[in-house]
């Protein structure tokens, strides 16, 4: 399953760097590991897209009440 997301301009410069390697995101979807992540670069302040993206493999999810409050 491939789920589309928003990804401010910081943020998606780093993942698509290599520095970003994880999302950190409230689990209001059905996220496996296996899916993809289409992550669209969006700006908040113009509430506009930039016409970048990239496709992200989920390899881990963390799901412990004791780290993810």
């Known amino acids: ?3 589309e997301l928003k990804e ?3 943020f998606f410069e780093d993942v ?3 520095r970003k390697t994880f999302e950190v ?3 209001d979807r059905d996220f496996k ?3 993809l992540l289409a992550l669209n670069e ?3 302040d113009s509430k506009e897209y930039t016409n970048r993206c990239c496709l992200v493999y989920i390899d ?3 799901d412990d009440s004791n780290y993810c409050k």
């Open 60 to 62: 881990y999810i963390l």
């Open 8 to 10: 401010h301009p910081e």
């Open 33 to 35: 590991v296996g899916d």
């Open 16 to 18: 698509i760097s290599g």
């Open 25 to 27: 995101r409230k689990a």
């Open 42 to 44: 969006y700006n908040p």
């Open 1 to 3: 399953m491939i789920h």
